[in-house]
């Protein structure tokens, strides 16, 4: 079964600094890794995925994230905060079949204070 | 092109009552999935349809169900509500088959139950 672990729960950063959040994973093999950002009462953004190929992938918002096999990890960063990135963030994994179950971290509040 | 749709966006109901919610994927999207979002539990896979047919399921009782209709629209019921069904219900849809396919999800239905 795969699962995902986001050990910060919340993480104030200032804007302009630099974030990272944390994420690893379990899986048997290599799995599919997406980070999605949620803001207060709305649905799941994708801000980037991993299938193969570059473990370093880019995604919207200036966001970027390195996917480390030997550590199972897929951390996200981005180099300089904006206040409009304060929302909630998730790892979700999911497996390399045919159905589309995604198994999510427990997420990471940012806020960006001034 | 129109992305998921949910409706409705907020619903209250009363223990012991049923709830019907629906949602209308991506336009040739053929895959649906439901998600469950609480505080407490964090967001939790619930099922997932493919061509009319429930391919995956979560851990959720039976009084959870769903179904999709030719047209890819699916909808989830609930039946006999308690108040810890109180919840954000997230739908994604996704276009399977693809290698770079991922989930694009709603903006979801927030249901209270009192």
């Known amino acids: 079964a795969q699962s995902v672990t986001q050990p910060d729960i919340h993480i104030t950063v200032s804007e302009g600094a630099s974030l990272e959040l944390r994420c690893n994973y379990s899986y048997g093999a290599t799995p599919y890794l997406f980070w999605y950002v949620q803001s207060p009462g709305q649905g799941l953004q994708l801000l980037l995925k991993?299938?193969?190929?570059?473990?370093l992938v880019q995604g919207i918002k200036g966001f970027e994230a390195e996917f480390k096999r030997s550590q199972s990890s897929f951390n996200l960063r981005k180099p300089s905060v904006h206040w409009s990135d304060a929302a909630e963030y998730f790892c979700?994994?999911?497996?390399?079949?045919?159905?589309?179950?995604?198994?999510f971290g427990a997420g990471t509040t940012v806020t960006v204070r001034a | 092109k129109a992305g998921v749709t949910q409706t409705p966006r907020y619903l209250i109901k009363t223990r012991g009552q049923q709830v019907t919610l629906s949602c209308s994927p991506i336009?040739?999207?053929?895959?649906v999935s439901w998600y469950q979002q609480t505080p407490g539990q964090g967001l939790q896979f619930l099922f997932e349809y493919f061509s009319e047919t429930q391919r995956n399921k979560g851990n959720f009782p039976g009084r959870f169900s769903g179904r999709q209709f030719s047209n890819s629209r699916s909808e989830m019921n609930v039946s006999t509500l308690e108040l810890g069904d109180s919840a954000l219900y997230l739908c994604?849809?996704?276009?399977?088959?693809?290698?770079?396919?991922?989930?694009?999800f709603g903006q979801g239905t927030r249901l209270t139950v009192v």
């Open positions: 336009s040739g999207h053929r895959s």
């Open positions: 991993y299938f193969s190929g570059d473990t």
């Open positions: 979700a994994v999911g497996a390399r079949s045919n159905d589309y179950k995604l198994s």
């Open positions: 994604a849809s996704s276009f399977p088959g693809r290698e770079n396919t991922e989930a694009f």
